[in-house]
């Protein structure tokens, strides 16, 4: 589960959500994937690991998943 991953701490980057025990943000991760880098590419890059960033992907799908779409006709 991403909650041994991810934390939101308001004196760290400003409370965005980051990987546990780095200042490495989730929308930075989730940035690099979409960008085209691989697991193990952003895992080097930033020095987490490849479980850090499947939290991460976990992480943004709860949050979209909870988004309210209002459609105006």
Same mark, same amino acid.
């Given at each position: *589960?991403? #909650?041994?991953?991810?934390?939101?701490?308001?004196?760290?980057?400003?409370?965005?959500?980051?990987?546990? &025990?780095?200042?490495?943000?989730?929308?930075? +991760?989730? !940035?690099?994937?979409? !960008? !085209? *880098?691989?697991?193990?590419? /952003?895992?080097?890059?930033? &020095?987490?690991?490849? #479980?850090?960033?499947?939290?991460? $992907? #976990?992480?943004?799908?709860? /949050? /979209?998943?909870?988004? #309210? +779409? $209002? /459609?105006?006709?």
């Amino acid at each position: *589960m991403f #909650e041994d991953r991810i934390i939101i701490d308001s004196e760290i980057r400003h409370g965005k959500p980051i990987i546990k &025990g780095t200042r490495v943000p989730i929308d930075i +991760i989730l !940035g690099s994937l979409a !960008g !085209g *880098m691989e697991i193990e590419e /952003v895992a080097g890059e930033y &020095g987490v690991k490849r #479980e850090d960033i499947l939290a991460a $992907i #976990e992480y943004a799908a709860k /949050v /979209v998943a909870k988004e #309210e +779409i $209002i /459609v105006h006709a």
